[in-house]
């Protein structure tokens, strides 16, 4: 029997190992031989291992997690309570987005998010059902604002968020408070993060599951947990229910976490509990079905109420399943093309700081007390190359097109928030390089983490403050406002048709008015989900097409001309705003406008006036024989 368990015996050995199994493992430490006073936090005896022969399997344990606890002791040491930071980085980010932020909608998608949120019913594919119920709850519990307002502000506080997460990520990579300012300087007056905080979107909610993800991978990474990879199945299963690029980055932090805690992990029950916890997150795509049965609105996108068209919805099948856009996947060239215009951007639009500074990263050595970070580099550098290779390769759309550029850059901020939290390692390494020559290195690179911040917001707040922008709330309302009772509205475009649908469903603006979209009556489900709501509106087919020809053949499509003639008896009064792409195919007469950018035209026709949207170059009104 060794010199300890003759001093104090095998009782008082229980009782130590006891009260050892209920501390933390930063609780556990070394020291000179002493008897358990209450807790046994000595496990070296004039510095030699302690050993007790017959309890050997639970003496190695102890052992290991002591070696662990002083590897990890050093780096929370040296991380305060991150509290203060993160309500002050909150109510900054806060600040400045809610003084920027749309009294009413912008443009793109926001229209139908909120109005179709506000109903009750279906965004367009797939689906976004957390972002569509935290919507309404939103919409309709608070009192104040208009309703697009409230919207836009959930947006903001989903945005600040992920910025907070950002933080506390790097935080928890670094063990610096100073690093992980210089993250979120990097991050959250970002251009793109900016404008995607102002208006109501689906990215604020993205970014903030994707921030929830990197937090809980770095805590992980730093003291494995299997309560963390539970909670980290849990949080990538809710994340897909709002966008689907979350898997990207599933698929590569998946791997590595069930690797790192394979011993008890790659268990059968404990495979389970994980595919059940990601399930659970899987839950708000009921939502889709329970809405498609309960009510047929037109303000709603698909049919989910059978299997097929549920995974239709789900699976992005209109659009194309792993396209941004339905057609041909891109080519090698376009992939080229869109990484090297994802680095120009990135880097004019941080003073190159960005994609620099994760670079600087991987040629600089790890921290000594930072361990973690050698896997955790790796992690996120494998996350970023994997979700801009896939993403640029899926992504087939026409950069030079300004408006699909705008379209595919937007995405670029889930890898922004990787890149920022390497950019944020970084200042960490360089500070531990520096430190012992230049004591003084952490309140430089906090200074330049406020200088940056600083700059971001003064030389882009006049250009991102749309306080006073009603020009797509003012579109939607003109478009409606000179109509006849009872007319029925042919739209085409996301910006006129979604503005008229929110200043309808959501403002209340001339509810006689029936809306008939173009673009989606090219699909099976709306012309008879239309039939079913509009009783009085006549539809001489199943679909609508732009083809002339293929009415020759079959006559389940139609056109303008068909939707002008099969009212003529009716005396109904449409108008359509049309693209100038699409003035040959229209077959009936036009009235051309010229228009300029960031102009709102009156064209004046015989029985009605229409606001021409101001983001078409040129474009014509389509009227039938009225």
Not at 9 to 26: D, F, I, V, Y
Not at 206 to 216: D, I, P, R, T, Y
Not at 281 to 292: K, M, N, Q, T
Not at 372 to 377: I, M, Q, Y
């Amino acid at each position: 029997m060794c010199v300890p368990c003759s001093r104090w015996g095998a009782t008082g050995m229980r009782s130590a190992w006891r009260n050892t199994r209920s501390r933390w493992p930063w609780q556990l430490g070394a020291s000179r031989c002493t008897p358990p006073r209450g807790n046994l936090a000595v496990f070296t005896f004039c510095n030699k291992p302690f050993c007790l022969a017959s309890w050997g399997q639970r003496t190695r344990m102890v052992e290991k997690t002591a070696a662990a606890a002083a590897v990890a002791a050093p780096a929370a040491a040296d991380v305060p309570s991150l509290l203060p930071s993160l309500l002050l980085l909150g109510a900054l980010q806060l600040a400045v987005y809610g003084s920027t932020l749309f009294p009413s909608i912008p443009g793109g998608d926001s229209g139908e998010l909120v109005s179709t949120s506000y109903v009750g019913g279906v965004p367009h594919p797939p689906g976004y059902p957390t972002y569509a119920m935290l919507n309404w709850v939103v919409l309709h519990l608070v009192p104040m604002g208009s309703v697009a307002w409230r919207a836009n502000v959930l947006n903001a506080v989903c945005s600040a968020a992920a910025g907070v997460l950002v933080f506390a990520a790097t935080a928890v990579l670094t063990a610096s408070q100073h690093a992980a300012w210089a993250a979120a300087a990097l991050f959250v007056f970002n251009r793109l993060t900016w404008i995607y905080a102002v208006s109501a979107e689906v990215f604020g909610l993205n970014n903030l599951f994707v921030g929830a993800v990197l937090l809980l991978l770095c805590l992980f990474l730093r003291q494995p947990s299997v309560a963390l990879a539970r909670a980290g199945a849990l949080v990538l299963g809710l994340g897909l229910t709002n966008q689907h690029t979350l898997v990207l980055y599933g698929v590569v932090v998946v791997p590595v976490v069930l690797w790192v805690r394979r011993d008890v992990l790659l268990r059968p029950k404990e495979l389970l509990l994980l595919g059940l916890c990601f399930a659970a997150g899987l839950l708000p795509y009921l939502y889709l079905p329970v809405v498609a049965w309960r009510q047929r609105m037109p303000l709603t996108w698909g049919d989910q109420r059978s299997l097929a068209g549920f995974l239709t919805h789900l699976l992005r099948r209109e659009y194309g399943t792993f396209d941004l856009a339905k057609g041909e996947s891109g080519s090698i060239l376009t992939v080229t093309q869109a990484t090297m215009y994802q680095v120009q951007s990135l880097a004019t639009e941080t003073f190159y700081l960005l994609p620099m500074l994760p670079v600087v990263s991987l040629l600089l050595p790890l921290p000594a007390e930072l361990p973690h970070a050698v896997l955790a580099r790796r992690v996120l550098v494998a996350m970023v190359l994997f979700y801009s290779a896939f993403f640029n390769w899926r992504a087939n759309l026409d950069l030079s097109n300004t408006l699909l550029a705008g379209v595919h850059e937007r995405f670029w901020m889930q890898p922004n928030m990787v890149l920022a939290m390497l950019g944020g390692l970084c200042c960490a390494q360089i500070v531990s390089l520096v430190k012992a020559r230049w004591p003084a290195i952490k309140q430089v690179v906090l200074a330049g983490a406020m200088v940056l911040l600083a700059v971001q917001v003064g030389t882009q707040y006049q250009v991102r403050d749309e306080s006073n922008n009603y020009s797509v709330r003012d579109l939607g309302r003109s478009l409606l406002a000179g109509l006849p009772q009872d007319s029925v509205l042919l739209l085409m475009g996301d910006l006129p048709g979604n503005a008229a649908r929110y200043v309808q469903a959501c403002d209340g603006v001339r509810p006689d008015v029936k809306l008939v979209d173009l673009e989606m009556s090219t699909y099976d489900w709306y012309v008879p989900m239309l039939r079913h709501k509009l009783p009085g509106v006549v539809f001489p087919g199943v679909y609508f097409s732009l083809n002339l020809l293929s009415f020759s053949f079959t006559n389940q499509f139609y056109s303008f001309e068909h939707h002008f003639t099969a009212r003529w008896e009716r005396k109904r009064v449409e108008l359509l705003f049309i693209p100038l792409k699409h003035r040959h195919a229209a077959g009936v007469p036009l009235w051309p406008g010229a228009l300029r950018h960031e102009e709102v035209s009156r064209l004046q026709c015989p029985l009605a006036r229409v606001c021409v949207p101001a983001h078409e170059s040129r474009g014509h009104l389509v009227a039938g024989r009225l």
